[in-house]
């Protein structure tokens, strides 16, 4: 089978399952077309296609986290990828080895029967673990960590990341596409809160100003 015998979806994109080729841990989900796909058959590196951007991207490209291809294999119905790799740092920009960190099942049963009827389980409990590893990350500054790249990169390079992200969150809510908005609004809300540990700004001053807003309509 050749690339053009693949199942791209309408837009010319397939999913690509990204998994580390000795330890077989699940890394991330990402798309490919076929110009990308050629690419990473190419060069031995995994390269996608940014829904969002609508570009070709390179991974560990401003990282350096690339992740070196093993070996590419393809589904039955021939219209998904699972690529090993043997990846050089962190696969998710959160610095994590793996983007699948979070269990279902590790939830208590209140929390499940919360989320059930439509409740939030602690909201700001994620935001604030997440601030709790951003600032572990700037004093341990672990090595190949993308948030640790960022810290050491300054403040530039992180203003930079916030503006794209933002931009990235302009592009999918124009297109109407919430699945992608989602995620782009994550990345950008990680990366504000790096740009709050940068500027030694903590999360709940921030919280704190839209809690006197609240109150202040409220009076």
């Known amino acids: 089978m050749n690339i053009e015998d693949l199942k791209f979806d309408d837009r010319g994109l397939i999913p690509a399952v990204v998994q580390d080729a000795d330890s077989f841990e699940v890394l991330t989900v990402a798309y490919m077309n076929r110009e990308s796909l050629g690419k990473t058959i190419q060069t031995g590196e995994t390269w996608f296609y940014s829904r969002s951007r609508q570009e070709l991207w390179h991974k560990g490209e401003t990282s350096g ?7 590419i294999k393809y589904d039955c119905d021939a219209d998904s990828l699972v ?15 793996s983007c699948f960190t979070e269990s279902l099942l590790e939830k208590k049963q209140a929390d499940a029967q919360a989320f059930l009827d439509g409740a939030g389980v602690n909201d700001l409990k994620i935001l604030q ?6 600032r572990d990350r700037e004093k341990e500054r672990p090595e190949g960590a993308y948030t640790t790249y960022l810290f050491e990169k300054g403040v530039d390079k992180i203003l930079k990341k916030v503006g794209e992200e933002a931009s990235e969150v302009i592009i999918a809510a124009k297109n109407r596409d919430h699945e992608e908005l989602k995620w782009e609004a994550a ?4 990366h504000l809160l790096v740009l709050l540990r940068e500027q030694e700004l903590p999360l709940k001053d921030v919280l704190g100003v839209l809690e006197q807003r609240h109150e202040g309509k409220k009076a």
Request: hydrophobic fraction near 40%; glycine fraction near 6%; charged fraction near 20%.
């Open 65 to 71: 986290n690339n992740q070196k291809v093993a070996d």
């Open 129 to 134: 673990r997440l601030e709790e590893v951003i």
């Open 83 to 97: 690529v090993l790799v043997k990846p050089a740092g962190p696969a998710c920009h959160n610095g994590t080895v």
């Open 187 to 190: 990345d950008l809300l990680y």
